[in-house]
């Protein structure tokens, strides 16, 4: 106990420790002398809340060190360094899997799939050329690589390949020092006992008498929260926030995390009674409502630091035992040593597991698995300890409420998959019986009156649930199938105990959930179903496996088909009556019950396996019946009675009289032919049927099967005269279909092993060959509706490349599955009735063949019932039944109904499937022929009576009025054909003409018919065209005036657009700018129509706006620095765009028009809507009203704004002629800075302080009297130029839309609150419109596209509508804020504004295309008059000026930032200097060193080499460029630049610049060079290149990003994750690792322990981490779910990762565990949508298809 003040750790001598030590050691009394200097220490260390670094330096100095030198007595790391040279090479792996590390099954090799190897193993082993499985590991398993029981070839990787020299076995304790042994012997002895005796210890308030303290007891408690798997992380975060004083939320997330993790947290420190009223808060909040309480401890602090300390223990024990394989076998033997109350301590710990905590489970669990289950004499043992303690570990189990993972039953799955373990515990400890008796204990509790079990939804509790674990437990032991050879007397007499236990199961599941029919009304509450199919699911192997075994002993397969016989008669009613039924002269006594009103379950488990057991009957040449198995009251009629009333109780639900039992019965129904049950359901249900059928009279067992269908009055001849009952009648003609479709499947499914003459291969080829009848199917949907493959014998692949040929997608480059397409020889095998389809499929088939067979222009479409293969002798009865004279009345009756004029009781149906039986019968017959069997003659018995089969089918195929179906009428051609081949065979009688004349006639008689009906088809058309043109004609001369005036092309939209790859009109090279400008034309939209009023409109700047619907988003998909955070909008100064782009605003558009009035009547009608949507369903639609998200109302791409449509810019100004302005370069440059400099001296000399824009602009009149005269005058023309405008104000509404996407553009680009008159709305919008212009053009680049004629339509038409936009942002905000920003502008370039302010810039920061943008629209405002004006940026030559003096600031940013190392163009051809090239090296060697960059050396390029840099680095510029002034003059665009080029001379020629790039410099005044040397001289601009900056500096050309490199193989980024820890809770591993694919970073998703707040909104780890990365938008890899999580705001949706099978396949969850590869398509489909913006759109159209994300709250993943 501890003492009321906090003990000081004492000082110790260590040598006198150990030397004490030694002594007892000697003695035999090591323990008491450890607990000795355990009961100070523990405390001293565990007891002082110290932090963990701490609390581990003195764990290892005062608790740990010491044991280590007590057992070496020296220096321990030499001494464990030579006791490793010892250890014997390890054949055994045994890695200890941590949770989401990747493991491997190796297909071919492995013996069940629960052996799997690491990755080392894997990728040194041959297993990895084999077809293997991947898979992620749920933590606590190990590596099977050395097990050569796990394996059937291979069973070493390199890393554990045996030695070849041949080595005795050899004890490994004899290799340790004997002294060492005894040491090692105590120790280990001591700790163990230690470890059991403080965890077992359930007092909490003090420790046994010899761990306590002198002293008298400190008041120092804890209050300890223990983890449970009921209560939920809310509730407990909640609760310890009410209990727990001053606990934050953070607080409380951190304790729930911490103990969902370990298992327990201490919540509270303090005196006894504050831990008390902790405690008793804690469990009344959780105890409400009848509920579990949480568990909840007071603990006092000297109790957790011992516990404490046996966790540490366990962990230095596991560390020991690895050193030495001495020392491991010595632990194991002491650890299962017996102690004096007959128990080893070993077993102690295994049953007292549920007392243990989480984390003390898990060590525990390790340190076992470890040492015992790592040496494989010791596991033998540990095996039957484990067995013995079986059913009270399971019991425990089943009362617990941990994880089945972190129990010690999980441990079960590494002992009974063993095979020689499995097969001893089977053989000498009762295995099978062992594991059911508890089951069956389990099961009791859950019977009913009838000792049926019943398992209802109102039983909460989930200990019957858990119980359910024991079953996997029994698939594992049965897993080891002993050969014929291998049965031993005590091995059969082991398994039939565990049989007999078993069928008392199965006695118990037979007849659950019992249903009867409802009439009269509905069920008022669906009965429970899930739980007797999830039992059945779970039994379902463990049936296949007994039936398995079973069948490799003739003893035993006697005596196990005895005790099933046995168990079934005591199931049956032994008072039903009887009643006798005559049909043809034969009479039957049957079994009298009525489905329709007695109860009918669907779970016959006893009876199908009982069927499934007697196919093998015919390989021990057993009979039914006979003397051998000696079965009292075996009667076959009794037998096949529960298997057909289910048949007919689906035979009714079809015909419509289970109605009102509601969808638990078609539920029921539904599952009971899924292919998960229906192997030991549906197909042991037919099975038992024709066991049946075998074994008695074939008109018999009809008679039985029409009796309980109800169909012995239909078979009557007098049934059709007409009563008035109808609707009686159509259930019944239902029923009758049912009943002969079920004859159909008895005769004609015979592909079960010893039932025809089959193997399981050819049973599995024909379930593919029937799926790929339906349609081609890739690999997933084959598997998916294929049996699951560990309980077939034959292999799935194998079957499937068999019979079909798989053929990848056809489109080249594309990304997606391949699809396996059946063989041609293959298609003969389809069968229309195959039983295991629906009734969908059965449809879709018959459609998909014959129109195969249309498509193969084949001369017959028939689709005829195949050969079947022949019964086994045992079965061969069962032909009988075609021959039978029940069944030939039934075949004679149907078709007599067809050929008559009207019956009441036929159907088409009916005679198809009458046809297909006819059609087995003759297959039947040809064989028995063939074989000289005369024994069978069903054409004898077909051509008596009057009429006949022949004649009734030749009235059928002569006259087939009744028949609709053409695939009938094949079909009967066919019968008649076959039947009268087959006739000849028997030459019993010749036939009475040739078939082929009477199809030939029938089909001229068709084809004469449907020539006649398609000429009265012919003339009615052409009346009624004649009518409709005659009426046109009369409209056209009524109504001429109209059509004189009517546009002859109305149907032309748009003008000349980018994508226009036509000749341009002009016969010179196109010119946008100066001078001698091109004209223009119209460009983009001119006229559209509004998708809500589908009025049509020209665009015009005077009447009802239209607008394009947009979605205007915060972007860093070009950023040059991912590390860079984005910066808060309410700080950022937009006006000069950073160079790295590290975050911008992109628009995007979906092309569709609408008047602005009609879009805004839509959205109010949304926001009505909305608020009467989010008073009945709380959770979010795929668009969030609130950040005004809306669908497009015509294809419904998420938006949020609607962007204006302004008409051409040219058609707003009047012609001008620049002819006669003769102002130069120089001049025009030289009015602007002095502009700029008079607007300084003016703010200088102003008094106003505090305003953001000093700038006081100045008059055009002001700056010309600076000025020459002839200079003033030109430059005072090119103003008046400018503001020469026409066409008067916008209309009202499109000032009103240009105001809202200003407003929207501001506030979504910046993530800020919307702000009208905010100074920085015009920025931002010029930035949009540069932004997305650079988007489109690197991606293009990207895809080496040309930049016009590439893009979609709805890119063009958004560009164009953003730079029009752009170009009349200036008329919604005051002129005084446009000027101050383009004065801003310019003397970022012509003075020195870009170093001054807080953060000053240099020439190198600024994206010059921005730059480009924004001057071009704000310069036509610099001396505008008023307070609103309408310049617009046409003046070609201000353009060309601006544009000349951009482009000689971006080559000085290329020249300054040019780095020789990172030119990758050193290679290649070497060029001649040209002069040009010799100037620009003059340049560059000038501005170079006046940056203050290193003097010339050998390192500079050569003048070639950098011209040809240069232009390479300004190609995107030069192609932005163009973009926007093409949009903005309408001059076209030549056919040379509407093809892909690199090239820049072409776009030079296009905006009127030099193509020599020296021309920018020379010749242009002293004032260019002036300023140039500005910026070059700039000390901002030298920090940044020559210091370390937060800044980053970038290199052009710019690099289009990509999504990070993944690698080729799936399992390396899973190994590569695996090793992730999450990084707030102390190196543990994460659950959900989660990649952004941006920027590689991993964090750990969807968890408590990585939550953050923003924005007052908690939000996981990824979602805080995309608003860093990608501003709100992220896509992210979820590795070991396989799975891709797109982020947008607070939505989100999963797509496939972009990794593959061999198949083409995704596979998301690995829930197929193919081996997967990058697929470079798919990924680089990922990288277009991240990179064109395109995500936010793929969520919402993804929220929208998948109903079950809105449900999820993305934003805390």
């Not at 040496?375 to 941990?402: G, L």
């Not at 020209?1098 to 955070?1125: D, Y």
């Not at 419904?1196 to 102002?1223: F, K």
Request: negative net charge.
């Amino acid at each position: 106990m501890a003492m009321k003040n906090v003990i000081a750790t004492p000082e110790y001598r260590q040598d006198t420790l150990l030397e004490e030590w030694w002594n007892s050691c000697e003695k035999g009394n090591l323990l008491p002398a450890l607990k000795k200097h355990w009961r100070i220490f523990v405390l001293s260390v565990f007891g002082n809340n110290h932090d963990p670094g701490k609390e581990e330096r003195l764990a290892h100095k005062f608790l740990f060190r010491p044991m280590e030198y007590f057992l070496c007595r020296q220096d321990p790391e030499v001494v464990f360094e030579e006791l490793k040279a010892k250890n014997m090479p390890s054949q055994l792996c045994g890695k200890v899997f941590k949770t989401g590390e990747p493991t491997y099954s190796c297909r071919d090799c492995a013996n069940d799939p629960t052996c799997v190897l690491c990755i080392d193993c894997f990728q040194n082993g041959a297993h990895k050329n084999h077809r293997y499985k991947m898979n992620t590991s749920g933590g606590g398993g190990y590596c099977d690589c050395g097990d050569q029981e796990a394996w059937t070839s291979h069973p070493f990787c390199n890393l554990h390949s045996p030695n070849e020299v041949n080595q005795d076995e050899k004890n490994p304790i004899e290799t340790l020092p004997v002294d060492l042994t005894d040491r090692a012997s105590a120790l280990f002895m001591a700790a163990l006992q230690y470890i059991v005796e403080i965890l077992t210890w359930n007092q909490c308030d003090n420790l046994p008498s010899d761990l306590q303290v002198e002293g008298e007891l400190n008041d120092t408690y804890i209050t300890m929260l223990f983890n449970d798997e009921v209560h939920t992380f809310d509730q407990v975060i909640k609760t310890l926030q009410r209990a727990v004083k001053h606990c934050t939320a953070q607080q409380a997330r951190e304790f729930a995390t911490l103990v969902d993790r370990e298992g327990r947290a201490t919540v509270y420190r303090g005196c006894f009674t504050s831990c008390e009223q902790c405690r008793t808060i804690i469990d009344q909040s959780t105890s409400r409502h009848g509920s579990k309480p949480l568990k909840v401890q007071v603990m006092h602090t000297v109790v957790v630091a011992h516990q404490t300390f046996c966790l540490r223990l366990m962990v230095w024990l596991q560390k020991m035992i690895e050193k030495s394989d001495g020392l491991r076998r010595l632990f194991c033997l002491l650890s299962m040593k017996p102690q004096e109350d007959g128990k080893s301590l070993m077993e102690k710990l295994l049953l007292h597991d549920t007392q243990l905590w989480k984390v003390a489970r898990i060590l525990s669990h390790q340190l076992l698995m470890a040492g015992v289950l790592m040496d494989q004499e010791c596991k033998k043992q540990f095996a039957v300890i484990f067995t013995k303690w079986y059913p009270n570990v399971m019991r425990d189990f089943a009362r617990d409420d941990h994880d089945h993972e972190v129990c010690v039953a999980s441990l079960s799955v590494q002992i009974y998959t063993v095979p020689s373990l499995a097969r001893m515990l089977v053989t000498d400890h009762d295995l099978l019986d062992v594991i059911l008796v508890p089951f069956l204990a389990a099961c009791e509790e859950k019977k009913n009156a009838n000792g049926v079990l019943s398992l209802s939804k109102a039983d909460r509790t989930p200990s019957f649930k858990r119980a359910c674990f024991m079953l996997y437990d029994l698939k594992y032991a049965l897993l080891c199938k002993p050969t014929s050879d291998e049965w031993s007397d005590k091995l059969r007499e082991s398994f039939l105990r565990g049989h007999q236990s078993f069928l008392k199961l199965l006695k118990m599941m037979q007849g659950m959930d019992e249903v009867k029919r409802q009439t009269g009304m509905h069920l008022e509450y669906e009965p429970e179903w899930e739980g007797a199919f999830n039992l059945q699911m779970r039994v379902d192997d463990v049936i296949s496996s007994f039936t398995e075994w079973c069948s490799t002993d003739r003893t035993v397969y006697i005596e196990a088909y005895r005790q099933a016989a046995q168990m079934l008669s005591q199931c049956r009613d032994t008072t039903q009556k009887s009643e006798q039924h005559t049909v043809c002269g034969h009479t039957v006594k049957c079994l009298k019950y009525d489905v329709q009103s007695q109860p009918v379950s669907i779970h016959l488990p006893l009876s199908r396996y009982l069927a499934g057991l007697h196919v093998y009957m015919g390989d021990y040449n057993l009979q039914f019946g006979c003397s051998e198995l000696n079965v009292q009251g075996l009667d076959p009629v009794k037998m096949i009675e529960p298997p057909l009333r289910v048949q007919v109780l689906i035979a009714q639900s079809q015909a419509g009289l289970w109605r009102r039992n509601g969808y638990a019965l078609l539920n029921q129904i539904y599952f009971y032919h899924n292919v998960k049950c229906r192997q030991e359901m549906y197909d042991k249900d037919i099975l038992m049927l024709q066991i049946g059928a075998s074994a008695v009279d074939s008109n018999e067992f009809l008679i039985h099967l029409l009796n309980r269908y109800g169909l012995l009055l239909w078979i009557r001849p007098e049934y059709d005269v007409p009563t008035g009952q109808d609707d009686n009648v159509r259930q019944t003609i239902m029923l009758a279909e049912e009943f002969l479709n079920l004859l159909l499947i008895i005769l004609g499914e015979r592909y079960v092993p010893g039932l025809g003459q089959v193997t399981h291969e050819d049973t599995l080829k024909r379930e593919v060959i029937h799926l790929l009848c339906i349609s081609p199917m890739s690999n997933s949907e084959l598997s998916k509706n294929l049996p699951d493959s560990t309980n077939l014998k034959a292999d799935i692949e194998d079957a499937i490349h068999a019979v079909a040929n798989f053929r990848k997608p056809t489109s080249v480059g594309t990304a997606g599955s391949g699809k396996f397409e059946l063989k041609n020889e293959c298609y003969k095998e389809f069968n229309p009735y195959f039983y295991h389809y629906c009734r969908t499929d059965q449809s879709q088939a018959e459609e998909t063949q014959i129109k195969r067979k249309k498509e193969e222009k084949s001369a017959n479409h028939t689709l005829p019932p195949p050969v079947p293969p022949k019964f086994t002798p045992q079965f061969a009865q069962i032909s009988n039944l075609l021959q039978s004279d029940v069944l030939v009345h039934i075949l004679s009756l149907i078709l007599q109904r067809s050929v008559a004029v009207r019956s009441r009781s036929w159907s088409e149906t009916q005679l198809d499937r009458v046809l297909h039986l006819i059609g087995l019968a003759l297959h039947e017959q040809r064989r028995n022929i063939h074989e000289g069997n005369h024994n069978f003659d069903f054409i004898g018995k077909a051509l008596k009576g009057e009429p006949n089969f022949t004649q009734l089918l030749e009235s059928l195929v002569t006259d087939p009025k009744n028949i609709s179906h053409d695939s009938t009428k094949d079909l009967l051609s066919w019968i008649l054909q076959k039947f009268i081949e087959v006739r000849q065979m028997t030459s019993s009688a010749e036939a009475n003409g040739p078939v082929e004349q009477l199809a030939s006639s029938s089909k001229e008689e068709n084809e004469a018919a449907k020539k006649r009906k398609a000429r009265l088809a012919a003339k009615r058309k052409e009346k009624i065209i004649a009518k409709i043109s005659q009426m046109q004609q009369n409209f056209i001369r009524d109504n001429a005036d109209l059509f004189e005036s009517t546009d002859a092309d109305s149907s032309l939209t748009r003008g000349t657009s980018e994508m226009d790859i036509s000749e341009s009109a002009h016969h010179e090279t196109p010119v946008a700018l100066g001078k001698y400008q091109s004209l223009p034309c119209s460009i983009g939209i001119t006229k559209a129509t509004c998708i809500l009023c589908q009025e049509e409109q020209e665009i015009s700047h005077n009447s009802r706006a239209m607008v394009l619907a947009g979605f205007v988003q915060r972007s860093t998909v070009m950023s040059q620095c991912k590390s860079r955070n984005p910066t808060d909008g309410e700080n950022l100064d937009p006006l000069f765009t950073s160079s790295d782009l590290h975050v911008g605003s992109f628009t995007n558009s979906c092309g569709h028009t609408m008047h602005a009035d009609c879009w805004q009547s839509f959205f109010q009608a949304i926001l009505v809507k909305e608020r009467r949507r989010l008073s009945r369903i709380p959770h979010s639609l795929s668009y969030n009203i609130v950040q005004l998200e809306y669908l497009c109302p015509l294809c419904e791409s998420l938006s949020n704004t609607v962007i204006p449509l302004v008409p051409a810019l040219h058609s707003l100004v009047t012609d001008s002629d620049l002819c006669d302005v003769n102002l130069s370069f120089g001049d025009w440059l030289d009015g602007l800075q002095k502009t700029v400099k008079n607007a300084t001296k003016q703010e200088s000399s102003s008094a106003s302080k505090g305003d953001p824009f000093p700038f006081l602009p100045s008059s055009l009149s002001s700056i010309t009297k600076m000025m020459a005269d002839s200079v003033a005058s030109n430059f005072q023309l090119l103003w008046q130029y400018v503001n020469n405008t026409k066409g008067g104000r916008f209309s009202e509404s499109l000032m009103e839309m240009m105001k809202k996407f200003a407003k929207d553009v501001y506030s979504f680009g910046l993530g800020v609150d919307p702000d009208d008159m905010n100074h920085r709305v015009s920025i931002v919008a010029w930035n949009t419109c540069a932004y997305t212009i650079i988007n489109l053009e690197q991606y293009l680049r990207y895809e080496n596209k040309p930049l016009f004629g590439a893009s979609p339509s709805r890119n063009v038409d958004c560009i164009n509508a953003l730079v029009k936009f752009a170009a009349v942002c200036s008329h919604i905000m005051p002129q005084e804020v446009i000027k101050k920003h383009c004065l801003r502008l310019l003397s970022g370039l012509l003075s020195n504004g870009l170093g001054e302010g807080d953060d000053p810039q240099c020439i190198i920061d600024v994206d010059m295309f921005h730059y480009l943008v924004a001057v071009t629209m704000a310069l036509p405002s610099l001396y505008t008059e008023g307070t609103t004006a309408s310049n617009l940026p046409l003046n070609s030559l201000n353009n060309q000026y601006i544009l000349e003096l951009v482009l000689t600031a971006h080559i000085v940013q290329v020249m300054l930032l040019h780095d020789r190392s990172q030119d990758g163009e050193e290679g290649g051809m070497e060029m001649e200097n040209d002069a040009d090239s010799v100037a620009l090296m003059s340049m560059y060697t000038e501005i170079r060193r006046k940056a203050g960059c290193l003097p010339p050396s050998n390192n500079d390029p050569l003048p070639w080499q950098l011209t040809r840099h240069i232009k390479r680095a300004v190609l995107p510029f030069l192609r932005c460029a163009t973009v926007l002034y093409h949009n903005l003059t309408g001059v076209p665009i030549p056919a040379q630049l509407q093809e892909w080029t690199e090239e820049v001379e072409p776009f030079c020629s296009y905006l009127s610049l030099p193509t020599s790039f020296s021309e920018l410099f020379l010749n242009q005044g002293e004032l260019l060079e002036r300023v140039v040397n500005q910026w070059c001289s700039s000390d901002v601009l030298r920090s940044r290149l020559y210091s370390a900056s937060s800044r980053s500096v970038v290199s052009y050309p710019l690099p289009v990003n990509h999504l990070i490199d993944l690698p080729d193989d799936y399992s390396q980024l899973i190994n590569q994750i695996s090793s992730f820890t999450c990084p707030s809770s102390k190196g543990n591993d994460s659950q959900l690792p989660t990649m952004c694919l941006v920027c590689g970073l991993v964090v750990c998703s969807q968890s408590y322990c990585c939550q953050t707040e923003i924005k007052d909104m908690k939000v996981g780890a990824a979602t805080e981490h995309t608003y860093r990365c990608g501003a709100g938008v992220g896509i992210l890899l979820r590795v070991r779910e396989c799975q891709i999580v797109l982020l947008a705001g607070t939505k989100g949706c999963f797509i496939p990762a972009p990794y593959v099978d061999s198949y083409g396949e995704t596979d998301q969850g690995l829930r197929r565990g193919n081996p997967l590869h990058l697929c470079k398509d798919s990924y680089k489909n990922l990288q277009k949508m991240w990179f064109t913006h395109c995500i936010p759109e793929t969520v919402a159209h993804n929220i929208e298809s998948h109903m079950n994300f809105m449900s999820i709250h993305w934003q805390h993943l």
